[in-house]
């Protein structure tokens, strides 16, 4: 191949990684290739957030549907949200299941008590919540995290960069407080329509994150 089709320019190979990754691309990996293939000195984080808004700006003054964000511990692009109604229609948002209220009450007490165990998911819930921990595990949501120091040493659950990537926040630190939440749910003027940018939408196509399940011993 002719290496002169090829681009060595940082920005350029930024852009590219994080438009080709279906997968939000982090700082590290994007200067680890960059180095690998060039063999020129590693650039800096800020060297990348430098990059990144110039490329935004661009995309900005042309007028392009969409921009690269932060987002679950990496980068990746997304469509801005004037593009939504026409994304819905083309994606046949119908195509698209949400979680049950079971699993996501489920997926809360995870995310707001992790590391937990299930018998702790059980006592917060009040019911057997064994189904609802396997269905997010087979969904990528959450994972086993490691094992309580408690009697009998049970597993330990969070939450997966899949269930970031889902939410569209980069860290846990990004949750919304418990108690925002509550006011925000008491709210009159909180509808329907904002309502549903808090569920999760879950593909049919669920083959991507078949993870194997652990026993529970």
Known sequence: MDSNLISTDFET???ALIFAADEPVTEEMMLDVYVEVTGRQRPTGQEVGESIERINSEYARTGRPFRIHKWAGG??????????PFLRVFFNESKNRRLSPS??????VVAYRQ??????VDFIRGVDADYAIRRLMELGLIEIVGRSESLGRPLLYGTTPRFLDQLG???LDELPQLRDIEELLNDPSFNRERARLFSLRIDETESETGQ????ES
């Open 103 to 108: 699993l996501v009450e489920t997926l809360a």
């Open 212 to 215: 194997a399940l652990q026993a």
């Open 75 to 84: 980068y990746r692009m997304a469509t801005v949200p004037g593009m939504a």
């Open 115 to 120: 590391p937990v165990t299930r018998p702790e």
């Open 13 to 15: 190979v930024v852009e």
């Open 169 to 171: 926040i980069g860290s």
